[in-house]
């Protein structure tokens, strides 16, 4: 499958892109070192990722949900069929209230950010999250509706086999979202 437009490259997913627009990867990529991995955080990485996670889900976007499922699983030690069940109902998964909460709040940005009510706030304050959890779990959800529209938006090819994302997560999680990943 061929991208919308031509990327100059035979690169795969987000990568043919950034490989096409080096500029905007540094951009973007600085923005999801930065919400997903900067250690100056409460939430985990693996946290962090899974919120990314679960709003790719829903904006039924194949590749940043199996490329950044596999790095929640990564760093939760679960494999990406325990990740496949929290995408499809976190609810009934083994997580704690505030993440529960935090993921709700998220699948309301991706809605569309006035649908995350004052009640979904309180119940992830009252599970003990931060306002800087609930800063951070709104932006990550924000920004995972950009990276999601921009990856399906200009038709980009994705590996199908999912063992692919499972197989480079640690790999992935060493190197972390810096543009020199994908050059």
Known sequence: MMAHIELNNDLPD???LMAYSPQIAEVLNA???TLLR?????LSRGERELIGTYVSYLNDCFFCQNVHGAMAGHYLNCDIQQIDGIKHDFNSADLSGKMKALLSIAGSVQKGGKYVTEAQIEEAKMNGATDKEIHDTVLIAASFCMFNRYVDGLGTWAPQDREFYVNRAPQRALEGYQSSVYK
């Open 38 to 42: 900067n250690d100056d955080n409460t």
């Open 31 to 33: 923005l999801a070192e």
């Open 14 to 16: 987000i990568r043919g």
